[in-house]
């Protein structure tokens, strides 16, 4: 860790961040899935140092590389998420005891606290972080909220998991959903 600004210490921070409560773990994992996809298409010498890149040009690189294999709106959103993840990533280095972050989970909080309702969809945000395995190496975890209060998280995801090792996966989901 020589510089600390490497692309593996960013996934590091958002692990980090999810699993102290510095943010939702859904987001942390969410902000993780996209960090890794689209700065995987840097070489592992220029993932040595974030610092060194200007983020549009490397989200620009993504978009051309990965374009047939994500919706344009998929695209926007992973870049959208990059730029958030480097951002809070860069503010945590810079000064990690007073990182603080805004999240739905917060806005809701200070709603009920002043005495308003809150909608259903910031309760995804809040949800109480259950202990999760952590991955195993090669591998990364990600979650998906499916409904208020309700967040799947599936770990030990191979970062090279084909098409048809997802439609596998798929499958099984389907398996395991209740008619009615």
């Known amino acids: 860790m020589a510089n600390a600004y490497s692309t593996d210490d960013l996934v590091d921070f958002l692990d980090h961040a999810g699993d102290r409560g510095l943010m939702p773990a859904a987001t942390a994992q969410a902000l993780a899935v996209a960090s890794r996809n689209v700065l995987g298409v840097l070489t592992d010498a220029e993932r040595a140092d974030l610092s060194k890149h200007d983020l549009d040009a490397v989200i620009k690189r993504f978009n051309n590389k990965r374009a047939r294999d994500f919706t344009p709106a998929s695209l926007k959103e992973y870049g ?76 030990n995801i191979p970062y090279d998991l084909t098409k048809g090792e997802a439609e596998r996966l798929a499958n099984f989901v389907r398996l395991l959903a209740v008619d009615g």
């Open 80 to 155: 959208r998420r990059v730029h958030r993840a480097v951002d809070l990533f860069l503010n945590w280095r810079a000064d990690p005891a007073n990182f603080t972050i805004k999240t739905r989970a917060n806005v809701a909080g200070r709603k009920k606290a002043k005495g308003s309702d809150a909608s259903e969809s910031d309760d995804i945000s809040s949800v109480a972080d259950a202990p999760v395995p952590q991955a195993r190496p090669g591998a990364y975890q990600s979650a998906l909220p499916v409904r208020p209060g309700i967040v799947v998280t599936l770990v």
